[in-house]
């Protein structure tokens, strides 16, 4: 089973206590039919701190669980090259492309938007897409801003993979320690 490792911050995270039960519902609707989320919002409005509390529920069913930041991804492939070519055919980005079970990539849109890293991110949502495997988002972006840091291609699939949640409110952090 393949499962991700939890940051510290995130290590208390509780899919009963810090999910909301529409979202709970809407998630297990998702997932069963093939498909995903898509949690946006500004930023501190809590969509890692949610996505972390999914992925723990689920890799506790046990279903194969990988989650990414979408900048770290990008990086750990990078990584993975050597004069432009894949080293290991087995790397992270094909583990994320077939990965029977949930992906989750988190903070999408936040990394530098490149040709290469455009490229990359077509293959693999396009790959989850055709598939039917279920990939939840989270990102500071909407579909209007992601479409022009990404391009439509990949905007248009995200759509159609996944159910739009506005995860509205404000900061979490500024107001943690008040």
Same mark, same amino acid.
């Given at each position: ?32 039919? =093939? ?5 946006? =919002? =500004?930023?501190? #409005?809590?969509? #890692? ?6 992925a723990k529920?689920?890799? !506790? ?26 080293? *290991? ?8 492309? *077939? ?13 530098? =938007? ?25 990102? *500071? ?14 905007? !248009? ?8 949640? *506005?995860m509205g409110?404000?900061?979490r952090r500024?107001?943690?320690? !008040?």
């Amino acid at each position: 089973m393949k499962t991700y490792k939890t940051p510290k911050i995130f290590e208390n995270v509780n899919y009963e206590t810090d999910v909301k039960d529409d979202l709970k519902k809407l998630l297990e609707k998702q997932v069963r039919s =093939g498909k995903g989320l898509y949690l946006y =919002g =500004g930023t501190g #409005t809590g969509k #890692t701190h949610v996505a972390y509390a999914m992925a723990k529920k689920f890799a !506790s069913m046990p279903l194969n669980v990988l989650f990414y930041n979408a900048t770290d991804f990008l990086d750990r492939m990078k990584a993975e090259f050597k004069d432009g070519v894949a080293e *290991n055919e087995d790397g992270v980005f094909d583990e994320a492309k *077939n990965l029977k079970g949930i992906l989750f990539i988190d903070d999408l849109g936040a990394e530098k =938007g490149t040709e290469w890293t455009n490229e990359r991110f077509t293959l693999l949502i396009n790959h989850r897409y055709e598939e039917m495997l279920p990939t939840i988002f989270t990102s *500071n972006c909407d579909l209007e801003i992601l479409s022009a840091r990404m391009g439509d291609r990949v905007t !248009s699939r995200i759509f159609a993979m996944t159910e739009l949640v *506005n995860m509205g409110g404000g900061d979490r952090r500024l107001t943690q320690n !008040s």
